[in-house]
């Protein structure tokens, strides 16, 4: 079982930026971020394949977040820019156990999710 722990979150003021950081205990392939505000379901943000090759965006965030990894690490990374009241949510960090980025924007895609951490826009 691979636990994966995030960092990085806060309380910053709309149009700021924040860096979240996600470590794996182990190997991981298709990796990504996931958020969710109370009242909500949980929703894809960000995702990217094993090589780095391929990166998937929501609409919502596209050409303002960045999602990049370190393999040699077993970590991901979610550059946030120009944040936005409305991206605040707690973020969840994801992986797969096994190649694929088919449905990388689904829940049930990923076999590992990390605790959680708290970002916070205010305007």
């Known amino acids: 079982q691979v636990q994966l722990v995030e960092s990085g979150g806060g309380a910053v003021q709309a149009g700021d930026s924040l860096r979240l950081s996600c470590v794996a205990s182990?190997?991981?392939?298709?990796m990504g971020w996931f958020r969710q505000t109370p009242g909500k379901e949980r929703e894809f943000v960000a995702a990217i394949s094993t090589s780095s090759a391929n990166t998937f965006y929501a609409d919502s965030v596209k050409g303002r977040f960045a999602i990049s990894r370190d393999n040699a690490k077993n970590s991901v990374y979610l550059q946030m820019n120009n944040l936005k009241p409305e991206d605040t949510a707690v973020y969840y960090c994801v992986a797969r156990a096994a190649p694929g980025t088919s449905a990388y924007y689904a829940r049930h895609h990923y076999d590992f999710w990390g605790p959680g951490t708290q970002v916070t826009v205010s305007s």
């Open positions: 182990g190997r991981t392939f298709t």
